[in-house]
């Protein structure tokens, strides 16, 4: 059958792009020129904040001080969480060669890039564990330095748990500077700091368009736009649990898509009627977040069957994906466009998001279509290399120049040429394709 909207999306993810792009650029194009000064214009402007940027190991230990001894626990836990699934990802590459053919060799070397900027939100909320989450992937993928930027608040600063996060997770500079000017400080090497080879983290349209723009001069984890999620749920599943884990993920922001896919119109009914209910029982500065996503971007779709659902949510390509459902192999086995997958009721978004161990910096707005989440792989050069005998590379020069010349690249041809005259002066060779 074809797919019933029960709930249809009035808007989407770009709804609002606007006029992002010349803000952004025209930050970034002055933050370059002007460097510390413009920036500090900038901080002024947009964090309200006065204080000093780079912290120094007195100001940090003095922020560590404020973190109580549960939340230092809480975050030691998220930390070696994370730390461990890193170290099984970085063992996934591996340096190897292999003979192509006899005396000729090829290998790969994967070499981690040197400087990381990370980006941690700390306006609306103080995300703690992006802090974790990033720091400590670029730390186990071996990078040299590792900077992180972070909004201050005025006069107060940093989130102390931000600093403390990013302090024991592996951070070698902590900046209190947040949007484009941070980004632009990392970037450009501002206040001491070395210069990004990547920009890594979530943030806001703006920060997430001045990497857009950076991208190319530097690496970035992925082009990101506001946060995603979809529950797949069949007849079996608890429409509560469903309905409050959408709930959680419309809070993230007023423009944040949640949907529901379901084989059930049951389920469906009772999960539009409660999860209302739910965003009204928020406190009061989450509430308004989850009442526009759902009103504006929400979805709740009726498919025929678990086929059909599985076709649709690849089609979405959401950031996060739960399956609440029977058989989950089945599932995991199926579904191929995702940032992360949550079996099953016992696990859920916000674990992957806080201390479960798995990245929550995540491709958003369908880019999981093509790539994944952030990993130690992200912070990574693959790079090859290749070694020969004269004997070994006797026939991949011949092949050489024989393509080169049937492209018309005669000068690639002539380097193929010149080896095999020097090292088989006596031997004659057809080195033209249309011989």
């Known amino acids: 059958m074809a797919l019933e909207y029960l709930k249809k999306a009035t808007l989407t993810s770009t709804s609002d792009a606007g006029e992002t792009q010349a803000i952004v650029k025209g930050i970034l194009d002055d933050i370059e020129v002007g460097r510390e000064d413009k920036a500090m214009e900038y901080a002024a402007k947009f964090d309200r904040y006065d204080g000093n940027v780079l912290l120094t190991e007195e100001e940090i230990e003095a922020a560590c001080a404020k973190v109580s001894d549960r939340l230092k626990a809480d975050i030691q836990f998220s930390h070696d969480n994370v730390r461990r699934f890193a170290e099984a990802q970085l ?45 400590t992937t670029a730390k186990v993928a071996g990078c040299k330095n590792i900077a992180v930027c972070s909004p201050p608040r005025p006069g107060v600063g940093i989130n102390p748990a931000i600093v403390y996060a990013a302090k024991l997770c592996g951070a070698d500079q902590i900046l209190a500077m947040g949007g484009v000017q941070g980004v632009a400080a990392m970037t450009f090497g501002l206040f001491g700091l070395p210069e990004a080879n990547i920009l890594v983290g979530p943030g806001n349209q703006f920060v997430a368009e001045a990497k857009r723009i950076l991208y190319g001069r530097v690496g970035i984890d992925m082009f990101a736009g506001p946060t995603d999620s979809l529950i797949l749920a069949d007849k079996s599943a608890d429409p509560e649990i469903a309905a409050v884990d959408l709930v959680g993920q419309a809070e993230h922001g007023y423009n944040s898509p949640v949907w529901l896919v379901t084989d059930d119109r049951a389920l469906a009914e009772t999960v539009m009627k409660r999860v209302p209910e739910l965003i009204e029982e928020l406190p009061e500065t989450n509430r308004d977040n989850a009442r526009a996503a759902w009103r504006d971007y929400a979805e709740v779709i009726l498919c025929a069957d678990r086929e059909e659902m599985a076709a649709t949510s690849d089609s979405y390509a959401p950031e996060h994906l739960t399956v609440q459902a029977e058989d989950l192999d089945w599932w995991l086995g199926r579904l191929a466009c995702y940032g992360s997958l949550f079996l099953g009721e016992e696990t859920t978004v916000a674990f992957g998001d806080k201390a479960a161990g798995t990245n929550h910096v995540l491709p958003t707005s369908g880019a999981a279509r093509y790539t994944g989440g952030l990993s130690v792989h992200k912070y990574m050069k693959i790079v090859t290399w290749q070694r020969a005998t004269r004997d070994g590379a006797r026939p991949i020069a011949e092949a050489t120049a024989r393509i080169s010349r049937l492209e018309g690249m005669e000068g690639h041809a002539r380097t193929a040429d010149i080896r095999l005259r020097k090292y088989f002066p006596d031997q004659s060779f057809e080195l033209d394709a249309h011989a």
């Open 91 to 135: 063992e996934t590459v591996a340096d190897f060669e292999t003979e192509i053919l006899p005396g000729f060799v090829a290998g790969q070397k994967a070499i981690p890039v040197d400087a990381a900027g990370c980006y941690v939100p700390g306006g609306r909320y103080s995300h703690i564990a992006s802090a974790i989450m990033t720091v």
